[in-house]
């Protein structure tokens, strides 16, 4: 078993020895949806940690866009606890770049290219996508890529 599965299911154990229900539903949910992306496909695999990343950042999204529907709603006590969710995956993902960091990455990637104007945004994405993934969301990082394109092009 490779270290964040692993972290997870001991992280899991404490959790219900400290009768922490947030922090054990979030991991029950997080491993379940771990395992259906490993026996999903042809045949059965063990995720790599950087795929477990992918699959809890998925999840932490999914937690977010519900608290903020929830909150649209009037659900303020389902929106709290979808948010206290993603807080608790949040733990477990790569610290998110700030702006003027994912500004130098994309910059970075811009002049690795050689991109100009928005018909290069597709090869400046394929080389910071693996660079910067699980670090920042995606549509924050075409954003950047789109205003940083449009100044150049």
Known sequence: MNGLKARLRADLNAAMRARDQVRMRTLRMALTSITTEEVSGET???LSDDEIVKVLTREAKKRGEAADAFESAGRAGQAAAERAEGDVLAGYLPAQLADDELARFVAA???????????????????????IAGRADGARVAAEVRRQLAGDG
Do not use: D
């Not at 690795?112 to 080389?127: F, I, P, Q, W």
């Open 44 to 46: 059965a695999r063990e």
């Open 109 to 131: 990637a811009i002049a690795e290219t050689g991109a100009a104007g928005m018909s290069g945004m597709g090869r400046v994405m394929k080389v910071l996508t693996p660079q």
